[in-house]
């Protein structure tokens, strides 16, 4: 069973900057695929940013040039860093695997950002 513990959220104005992080237990970290999502209210989740075992990296067009995944395999740990954040990036973040390479593992309770003008 992987458990995901998100940190690093806050509240921020619009330009400004957060890093997020995410613990993972589990010794698959490394080779899995790992995503950002968020969820902004009434709205479903969606992935922004993912990253495969190999550093590979995806970004979504809303947070492409702004956002910056990486991850520590030594610490089971994935970053989400945000700059120039917008109004529109409010949202809980989570993280998880990315779901275009597998089911994702049962859901952390997120960390919310809060963006505003």
């Known amino acids: 069973q992987v458990q995901l513990v998100e940190s690093g959220g806050g509240l921020v104005q619009a330009g400004g900057s957060l890093r997020l992080s995410c613990a993972a237990s589990?010794?698959?970290?490394?080779?899995?695929?790992m995503g950002w999502y968020r969820q902004a209210p009434g709205k479903q989740r969606e992935l922004v940013a993912g990253?495969?075992?190999?550093?590979?990296?995806y970004y979504a067009d809303s947070v492409k040039g702004r956002f910056t995944i990486s991850k520590d395999n030594a610490r089971n740990t994935v970053y989400l860093q945000m700059n120039s954040l917008k109004r529109e990036d409010t949202a809980v973040y989570y993280c998880?695997?990315?779901?275009?390479?597998?089911?994702?593992w049962g859901w952390g309770q997120g960390t919310q950002v809060t963006v505003s003008s």
């Open positions: 990253i495969t075992g190999g550093g590979i990296t």
């Open positions: 589990g010794s698959i970290f490394s080779i899995d695929a």
């Open positions: 998880n695997r990315d779901s275009r390479y597998g089911l994702t």
